[in-house]
Protein backbone atom coordinates (compact mmCIF):
# COMPACT_ATOMS: atom_id res chain seq x y z
CA UNK A 1 0.00 0.00 0.00
CA UNK A 2 2.83 2.84 0.83
CA UNK A 3 4.61 1.48 -2.08
CA UNK A 4 1.75 2.43 -4.60
CA UNK A 5 1.27 5.60 -3.16
CA UNK A 6 5.19 6.13 -3.21
CA UNK A 7 5.09 5.29 -7.21
CA UNK A 8 2.46 7.76 -7.06
CA UNK A 9 3.76 10.53 -5.17
CA UNK A 10 7.81 10.64 -6.34
CA UNK A 11 7.21 10.98 -10.00
CA UNK A 12 4.57 14.15 -8.91
CA UNK A 13 7.03 15.52 -6.75
CA UNK A 14 10.07 15.38 -9.08
CA UNK A 15 7.83 16.84 -11.84
CA UNK A 16 7.02 19.83 -10.07
CA UNK A 17 10.31 20.11 -9.11
CA UNK A 18 11.49 20.30 -12.41
CA UNK A 19 9.19 22.94 -13.40
CA UNK A 20 10.60 24.68 -10.81
CA UNK A 21 13.73 24.61 -11.52
CA UNK A 22 13.27 25.07 -14.97
CA UNK A 23 11.39 28.84 -14.23
CA UNK A 24 14.26 29.49 -11.94
CA UNK A 25 17.01 28.73 -14.80
CA UNK A 26 15.22 31.03 -17.41
CA UNK A 27 15.10 34.17 -15.01
CA UNK A 28 18.80 33.92 -14.33
CA UNK A 29 19.31 33.27 -18.07
CA UNK A 30 17.43 36.08 -19.03
CA UNK A 31 18.90 38.90 -16.12
CA UNK A 32 22.44 37.37 -17.65
CA UNK A 33 21.43 38.08 -21.03
CA UNK A 34 20.15 41.49 -20.24
CA UNK A 35 23.54 42.48 -18.00
CA UNK A 36 25.08 41.20 -21.19
CA UNK A 37 23.12 43.40 -23.16
CA UNK A 38 23.43 46.35 -21.06
CA UNK A 39 27.28 45.87 -20.88
CA UNK A 40 27.16 45.68 -25.21
CA UNK A 41 25.84 48.99 -24.77
CA UNK A 42 28.21 50.41 -22.27
CA UNK A 43 30.85 49.12 -24.42
CA UNK A 44 30.12 50.73 -27.77
CA UNK A 45 29.93 53.95 -25.72
CA UNK A 46 33.43 53.71 -24.52
CA UNK A 47 34.71 52.00 -27.76
CA UNK A 48 35.99 55.35 -29.16
CA UNK A 49 37.54 56.89 -26.33
CA UNK A 50 39.61 53.75 -25.63
CA UNK A 51 40.34 53.92 -29.49
CA UNK A 52 41.38 57.40 -28.81
CA UNK A 53 43.74 56.68 -26.19
CA UNK A 54 45.46 53.66 -27.59
CA UNK A 55 46.15 55.77 -30.93
CA UNK A 56 47.57 58.19 -28.69
CA UNK A 57 50.39 55.82 -26.83
CA UNK A 58 50.85 52.97 -28.52
CA UNK A 59 52.58 51.76 -25.82
CA UNK A 60 52.58 47.87 -24.86
CA UNK A 61 53.95 46.49 -21.21
CA UNK A 62 54.75 43.43 -19.43
CA UNK A 63 51.34 42.96 -18.82
CA UNK A 64 50.58 42.19 -22.46
CA UNK A 65 52.80 39.11 -22.95
CA UNK A 66 52.59 35.85 -21.21
CA UNK A 67 54.35 35.53 -18.13
CA UNK A 68 58.81 35.05 -18.74
CA UNK A 69 58.06 34.74 -22.45
CA UNK A 70 58.28 36.49 -25.49
CA UNK A 71 54.62 35.47 -26.51
CA UNK A 72 51.58 38.21 -26.43
CA UNK A 73 48.81 37.20 -24.78
CA UNK A 74 45.38 38.41 -25.85
CA UNK A 75 45.51 41.52 -24.52
CA UNK A 76 48.74 42.37 -26.11
CA UNK A 77 47.51 40.74 -29.53
CA UNK A 78 43.87 42.81 -28.60
CA UNK A 79 46.16 46.21 -28.16
CA UNK A 80 48.26 46.43 -30.85
CA UNK A 81 45.06 45.49 -33.39
CA UNK A 82 43.89 48.98 -32.23
CA UNK A 83 47.43 50.41 -32.74
CA UNK A 84 48.01 48.68 -35.97
CA UNK A 85 45.06 50.72 -37.16
CA UNK A 86 46.41 54.16 -36.10
CA UNK A 87 49.93 52.65 -37.48
CA UNK A 88 48.24 51.91 -41.11
CA UNK A 89 46.98 55.57 -41.47
CA UNK A 90 49.63 58.06 -39.68
CA UNK A 91 53.24 55.36 -39.14
CA UNK A 92 54.65 56.13 -35.67
CA UNK A 93 55.98 53.91 -32.77
CA UNK A 94 55.32 51.54 -30.59
CA UNK A 95 56.62 51.81 -26.89
CA UNK A 96 57.69 48.35 -25.10
CA UNK A 97 57.51 49.69 -21.49
CA UNK A 98 59.28 46.95 -19.14
CA UNK A 99 61.50 46.76 -15.74
CA UNK A 100 62.53 43.51 -17.38
CA UNK A 101 66.71 43.55 -17.03
CA UNK A 102 66.63 40.53 -19.26
CA UNK A 103 67.93 42.14 -22.68
CA UNK A 104 67.28 38.65 -24.24
CA UNK A 105 63.67 38.45 -23.36
CA UNK A 106 63.38 42.12 -24.64
CA UNK A 107 64.71 42.08 -27.43
CA UNK A 108 62.65 38.83 -28.47
CA UNK A 109 58.89 40.69 -27.14
CA UNK A 110 60.19 43.61 -29.66
CA UNK A 111 60.62 41.16 -32.77
CA UNK A 112 57.13 40.04 -31.59
CA UNK A 113 55.66 42.60 -31.67
CA UNK A 114 57.11 44.16 -35.15
CA UNK A 115 56.14 40.12 -36.53
CA UNK A 116 52.19 40.76 -35.34
CA UNK A 117 52.28 44.17 -37.06
CA UNK A 118 53.86 42.80 -40.04
CA UNK A 119 51.31 39.70 -40.09
CA UNK A 120 48.47 42.12 -39.67
CA UNK A 121 49.38 43.03 -43.45
CA UNK A 122 51.07 46.48 -42.13
CA UNK A 123 53.95 47.91 -43.71
CA UNK A 124 56.16 48.33 -41.11
CA UNK A 125 59.17 50.21 -42.94
CA UNK A 126 57.96 53.52 -41.41
CA UNK A 127 57.13 51.60 -37.94
CA UNK A 128 59.46 51.75 -35.21
CA UNK A 129 59.28 49.49 -32.25
CA UNK A 130 61.26 50.42 -29.29
CA UNK A 131 61.77 49.45 -25.25
CA UNK A 132 60.72 53.10 -23.86
CA UNK A 133 58.70 54.96 -21.64
CA UNK A 134 54.60 54.86 -22.14
CA UNK A 135 54.32 58.10 -24.61
CA UNK A 136 51.42 60.55 -24.82
CA UNK A 137 50.55 63.03 -21.26
CA UNK A 138 47.71 62.23 -19.29
CA UNK A 139 44.18 64.10 -19.83
CA UNK A 140 42.54 65.56 -16.62
CA UNK A 141 39.09 64.16 -16.59
CA UNK A 142 37.16 67.21 -16.54
CA UNK A 143 38.72 67.71 -20.25
CA UNK A 144 38.05 64.27 -20.95
CA UNK A 145 34.48 64.44 -20.27
CA UNK A 146 34.34 67.62 -21.69
CA UNK A 147 35.57 66.12 -24.62
CA UNK A 148 32.92 63.39 -24.69
CA UNK A 149 30.08 66.23 -24.41
CA UNK A 150 31.59 68.01 -26.95
CA UNK A 151 31.42 64.76 -29.23
CA UNK A 152 27.79 63.97 -28.37
CA UNK A 153 27.03 67.73 -29.35
CA UNK A 154 25.55 67.86 -25.46
CA UNK A 155 25.81 70.72 -22.96
CA UNK A 156 28.86 70.14 -20.76
CA UNK A 157 28.31 69.74 -16.97
CA UNK A 158 27.88 72.66 -14.86
CA UNK A 159 28.13 73.81 -11.20
CA UNK A 160 30.01 72.12 -9.08
CA UNK A 161 31.80 69.75 -11.46
CA UNK A 162 32.41 72.52 -13.88
CA UNK A 163 33.85 74.92 -11.17
CA UNK A 164 36.74 72.31 -10.71
CA UNK A 165 38.39 73.01 -14.01
CA UNK A 166 41.92 74.00 -13.83
CA UNK A 167 42.10 77.30 -14.98
CA UNK A 168 43.72 79.14 -18.00
CA UNK A 169 43.14 76.15 -20.30
Not at 78 to 87: C, G, N, P, V, W
Not at 117 to 129: A, K, Q, R
Not at 149 to 165: V, W
Amino acid sequence: MISSKLRLVVPAVLILFAVGCENGTKQRRDEFNQKLTERVERDKFNEPMIRNAAAYNMTLSDGHFFPHTGELNGLGAQQLDRISETLERFNGMVRYETRSVDEELIATRLGNIKQYLTDTGLDTTSVEVAASLSGGRSVSAMDAIQSKYKALNTAAPTGEAASRQPQGK
